[in-house]
């Protein structure tokens, strides 16, 4: 199956700092790819969706400005939390949907999360 | 606005019992429903997909059904086994694409 990475696993940032995390398709193009935000006992909630060379749509509560998305290439989107305050604390988690042959397959991808700790 | 829901949020079974975990979600119109599983700390690994068409996946001692007009699904596991103790997470694809989450049920198999 197609692999997603994301990079780091884990990061400890002091409050007002910015941090970046990267999400990378290993085999395949990935067009389009989703960020999650999971906090502790709760569901994965959908922040944003990034389209490679076009800007990302959120979802409505989610700051735009502090949560950036850039999708720069088909195999890479990078989420940067800007300003990080301790309630950004969560554990992020991205998604990128395969397209073989110029058709999208059904199955989405996820990454192996990366747990944010803002002190 | 699509709602998924999952009950229980919590179980705790004797290793060897079938165990049916189940899922609902207010708006039918949907691509599939997938059943993940987590583990603490983990990412995600997906366990069975569900066409909108299908009824119905199996593999190995996991079977997924999905009822669409009703807006059901189960996850059944037969003969549990420990290591079958992690967060299990039913998700719908909507129409627009997008992934919607249940809160997950946390799994405990008692050896």
């Known amino acids: 199956g197609a692999v997603v990475s994301q990079h780091p696993s884990w990061v400890i940032c002091k409050s007002g700092t910015s941090v970046k995390i990267e999400c990378r398709s290993l085999?395949?193009?990935?067009?389009?790819m989703f960020w999650y935000r999971q906090f502790p006992k709760q569901s994965l909630m959908l922040m944003a969706t990034?389209?490679?060379?076009?800007?990302?749509?959120?979802e409505q509560g989610v700051e735009k400005d502090k949560f950036l998305i850039n999708h720069a290439s088909l195999t890479l989107s990078t989420l940067t939390v800007t300003s990080a305050h301790p309630e950004d604390s969560s554990f992020y988690i991205c998604?990128?949907?395969?397209?073989?042959?110029?058709?999208?397959?059904?199955?989405?991808?996820f990454g192996p999360g990366t747990r944010l700790l803002v002190l | 606005k699509q709602e998924v829901t999952q009950i229980p949020a919590a179980l705790s079974v004797p290793e060897g019992e079938n165990l049916v975990l189940n899922c609902s979600f207010t708006?039918?119109?949907?691509?599939?429903l997938q059943w993940f599983r987590q583990d603490p700390g983990k990412g995600l690994t997906s366990l069975l997909l569900?066409?909108?068409?299908?009824r119905e996946q199996t593999s190995g001692r996991l079977n997924a059904s999905l009822d669409k007009s009703s807006g059901r699904s189960t996850l059944y596991i037969a003969a549990s086994q420990p290591g079958d103790s992690a967060t299990y997470l039913c998700?719908?694809?909507?129409?627009?694409?997008?992934?919607?989450f249940g809160k997950g049920t946390r799994l405990h198999i008692l050896p």
């Open positions: 569900i066409q909108s068409s299908q």
């Open positions: 990034s389209n490679e060379g076009s800007k990302a749509t959120y």
């Open positions: 708006d039918s119109a949907i691509y599939n």
């Open positions: 998700a719908v694809r909507n129409r627009d694409d997008k992934i919607i």
């Open positions: 998604s990128a949907r395969v397209r073989r042959g110029g058709a999208y397959e059904e199955t989405q991808y």
């Open positions: 085999d395949f193009q990935a067009t389009t």
